[in-house]
């Protein structure tokens, strides 16, 4: 039997994280920019008109857990959230690996992100839904900067699993899909390099999100 769509009507969604949800939403595509957020709304729209959800995307372009953690209360918590949306991680690993005088290590991805997890769990009746970092590439064998972060990605992949059984949220595993996607695929069909997907990659980071919630 299907699983029934989980947001309710009238119910608000707050996306938020790094440039993958951002996408543009504080210029020329205010206010949902033009990536996943937009488009699962939309279709969310054209499945359930009568739902009237209220969408609000407040990601950040070069965001990590720790720029997170200083605007938490006024882009999530202050809009009294029912689901609160959350995909961060790959400028953490790209800071770990490539910034050792300003890195965000998987012990302080994990420590932080926890802290904000348990914070809207404490401060509003939100539910959560945790998206995968991802990269989309399969050069894993060639010592270039590409093989260097997917060899890393798997320590923060662990940590959101941990955080998504411990905060029970629904989890997108938005890697799995996109590197399911490359074995049919160039990686070109999704993005133009391997972090910011082109619309291709944002439809299936919107399919997986709306799968994990019944859509």
Same mark, same amino acid.
Request: glycine share 4%; hydrophobic share 30%; no cysteine.
């Given at each position: 039997m299907p699983m029934a769509f989980a947001v309710q009507p009238k119910q608000t969604v707050v996306f938020t994280g790094d440039s993958i949800t951002d996408c543009g939403r504080r210029a020329d595509h205010y @206010?949902? +920019? *033009?990536? =996943?957020?937009?488009m699962a709304s939309e279709l969310i729209v054209a499945r359930y008109p009568n739902h009237r959800v209220n969408v609000i995307n407040t990601g950040i372009g070069g965001n990590t857990v720790l720029e997170l953690n200083d605007r938490w209360t006024d882009d999530? /918590?202050?809009? $009294? @959230? &029912?689901?609160v949306s959350v995909k961060i991680g790959i400028n953490d690993?790209?800071?770990w690996v490539f910034d050792r005088e300003a890195p965000v290590t998987p012990d302080i =991805?994990?420590?932080?992100? *926890?802290?904000?997890? !348990?914070?809207?769990?404490?401060?509003? $009746?939100?539910?959560? /839904?945790?998206? &995968?970092p991802?990269? /989309?590439?399969? &050069?894993? +064998?060639s010592g270039?900067?590409? !093989?260097l972060v997917l060899k890393a990605l798997p320590k923060y992949l662990r940590h959101v699993e941990k955080l998504s059984r411990k905060h029970r949220?629904?989890?997108?595993?938005?890697?799995s899909l996109l590197q399911q996607q490359l074995k049919h695929h160039l990686p070109d069909a999704f993005c133009p390099e391997p972090v910011h997907p082109h619309a291709a990659g944002h439809m299936v980071i919107a399919h997986g999100w709306l799968k994990a919630m019944g859509w």
């Open positions: @206010p949902l +920019g *033009d990536g =996943y957020v937009r999530v /918590i202050r809009h $009294k @959230p &029912d689901w690993l790209h800071r =991805y994990l420590e932080t992100y *926890d802290r904000l997890l !348990s914070r809207v769990r404490a401060e509003t $009746k939100a539910r959560l /839904i945790l998206v &995968d991802f990269y /989309i590439s399969t &050069d894993r +064998g270039s900067t590409r !093989s949220a629904r989890h997108v595993r938005t890697h």
